[in-house]
């Protein structure tokens, strides 16, 4: 089995409150020295067949019409080493 | 011959028998529409309630999109039937690219409930007509993710065209920009609304029963066309 990440993250002009709330935390837990944080989704797709192109063609298109809405989320597609 | 009003329950929808009530008191015949059946049982109109409909998974409204009943609101929104989405309903519009834009988290983080004054900015659309333009009405709002975005020449468009149906007044609940609270599509039969105009249909129930003219409308629109 093949695992496939798509990351999908808020475009950058896009407000991202649950970033900040967690940037604003972080200093008072002790974690200095960081500027910013945005906050993303990470899908794992285990894959039945080899990732071929046709495969990750299928997957971009989920990417595009379902798993990000991209009007307001950009997303990356990688393949992962062989799963265990 | 009596105005049949679909109201579509997804699994999660919560305010389908409000929305069911307002369109009774409104003077229509309701009717339960089942977010599995493709078939929309001859409506003339369709509601797509409020509530977290599949629980807001991956994001609000993403996934009703995908319902098969959606595949028959759409083509037939296309064709110009008349469509109102408030609260969720208004998520599933965008998610379902009939209307602009998306929803996203209130920029306060918090879930906000609220009576909410409104000023009605479009009174050219299916849902709207029963308004004059400016009138300012009262309606409950409640939401997570209530924040309208859009690119800014979107927006501009929207401006534009006179597509923003609903601004909040005195206060922007969620972030929304430029206090967008509805749009509409460029048709005008399709309606987009955050706030909850079939909470406010009856005295003992709502703060106002200013949101019954959204129902009222579509009748006329109907009865008209």
Redesign the interface.
């Known amino acids: 089995m093949a695992r496939v990440v798509v990351d999908v993250m ?1 475009k950058p002009e ?2 991202d ?2 970033g900040q ?1 967690v940037q604003r935390a972080l200093p008072r837990l002790g974690f200095t020295g960081i500027a910013d944080v945005r906050q993303g989704k990470r899908f794992e797709l285990e894959l039945e067949g080899p990732v071929d192109d046709a495969a990750l063609a299928r997957i971009r298109e989920a990417a595009e019409t ?2 990000a ?1 991209t ?2 989320e950009d997303y990356t597609v990688r393949v992962e080493e062989e799963a265990k | 011959m009596t105005t049949r009003v679909g109201v579509v329950t997804f699994p999660g929808s919560l305010d389908d028998r409000d929305a069911q009530r307002a369109v009774r008191l409104a003077g229509a015949e309701p009717v339960a529409l089942w977010h599995r059946d493709k078939d929309l049982h001859q409506v003339d109109a369709v509601v797509l309630p409020g509530g977290f409909s599949y629980g807001d998974y991956l994001r609000c409204g993403a996934i009703s999109r995908f319902s098969p009943v959606m595949d028959t609101v759409i083509e037939q929104a296309k064709l110009g039937m008349p469509v109102l989405g408030i609260c969720n309903g208004f998520q599933v519009l965008c998610e379902s690219h009939l209307l602009p834009g998306a929803l996203t988290r209130n920029d306060s983080l918090h879930f906000v409930c609220r009576d909410q004054k409104l000023r009605i900015e479009n009174n050219g659309t299916a849902w709207t007509r029963d308004y004059s333009v400016g009138q300012e009405i009262v309606v409950p709002l409640k939401n997570g993710e209530g924040r309208f975005v859009a690119d800014a020449h979107v927006l501009d468009e929207l401006e534009a065209e006179g597509r923003v149906v609903a601004r909040y007044l005195d206060l922007n609940p969620n972030g929304s920009y430029r206090d967008i609270a509805g749009i509409s599509n460029a048709a005008g039969n399709v309606v987009g609304l955050m706030p909850h105009p079939e909470h406010a249909v009856e005295p003992l129930t709502g703060p106002t029963t200013e949101g019954l003219g959204f129902f009222t409308s579509v009748l006329k629109q109907l009865v008209n066309a």
Do not use: G, K, T
């Open positions: 808020l896009i407000l409150p649950q709330a379902f798993l809405n009007v307001i």
